[in-house]
């Protein structure tokens, strides 16, 4: 059941309101509540009452056609991005342009899977324009043979990410090849001649793995370590503690690979180490 974001901006002394046109879909009360999900190929009325003493200047956005009439009717229709609606009204002055910001997906790992939700429509959109303020909901599927590790970046939690778009933004979502392990290094800070923490996360099928660090820039390793098998859970961090060289460059990298009980390995993750 597709869903398209409807949110609405009001400037000035009233309200819009509009009720939702199933169980499945939110009502609108703006200034209060200004954005809601609506069930594709509903229908909506929105009304701008102004209150006492202002009156109502017009509509702005996709309501743009309905002038100062106090009703603008629209029905969500479309595909991807296109059904979603932006609109404003303004009270005692004109209706402001409705500010946009950029919401986008970046899909990362060994896996593939689909991600949809608020105009994304991943593969074939992963970006969308939402009205700065929105709600957006997006859910993450694996594909056949892959896992859904978690979202990051804007977002948080594991297959469903909801946040509120107030500029434009970037949410990652990791998918894995069940066939083999995974790891991904996290950038670190550090001081020379101190001890700091290596980090890490690391996921396999089956639970296990071990993995093996080498810090280093170029072809110059600083430090090799390897974590012994152990269970492992890709929403936990882990770290190695090291003890940064006195004659560390200023910008080093550590780089980690996961192997299973059967010695296959993951792809080598890399990430930057900045130390003072």
């Known amino acids: 059941m597709l869903h398209y974001q409807v949110t609405v901006v009001v400037t000035g002394n009233g309200h819009v309101t509009a009720p939702a046109p199933d169980s499945t879909s939110g009502a609108i009360d703006c200034p209060d509540q200004c954005s809601a999900l609506i069930k594709q190929n509903s229908t909506i009325t929105l009304t701008a009452t102004p209150d006492e003493g202002s009156r109502f200047a017009g509509w702005g956005g996709d309501c743009a056609s309905a002038g100062t009439a106090s009703t603008c009717t629209l029905t969500l229709t479309g595909q991807g991005a296109n059904g979603s609606k932006s609109i404003s009204a303004g009270f005692d002055v004109p209706p402001p342009p409705v500010p946009m910001v950029s919401l986008a ?3 990362i ?18 970006a969308t324009s939402l009205a700065k303020g929105a709600k957006a909901t997006l859910l993450a599927v694996a594909d056949p043979g892959a896992a859904l590790l978690g979202w990051g970046g804007a977002c948080s939690g594991v297959v469903t990410c909801t946040l509120t778009v107030t500029r434009s933004s970037t949410a990652i979502v990791t998918f894995a090849d069940r066939r083999r392990p995974y790891a991904s290094a996290l950038p670190g800070r550090g001081r020379r001649s101190t001890t700091m923490n290596l980090q890490f996360r690391a996921w396999d099928s089956r639970g296990a793995s071990r993995e093996e660090l080498m810090v280093g820039s170029g072809r110059v390793r600083l430090e090799r370590a390897e974590v012994p098998m152990r269970a492992v859970s890709f929403r936990r961090i882990y770290s190695v503690p090291w003890r940064v060289p006195a004659a560390a460059q200023r910008t080093e990298r550590l780089c980690v690979t996961a192997f299973d009980r059967s010695g296959r390995h993951s792809p080598t993750s890399c990430a930057p180490l900045t130390l003072a």
């Not at 790992?109 to 939700?117: D, E, I, L, Y």
Request: glycine share 34%.
């Open 105 to 107: 997906v970046q899909k």
């Open 109 to 126: 790992g060994t896996g593939t899977g689909f991600v949809g939700g608020s105009g994304i429509d991943c593969g074939k959109t992963c």
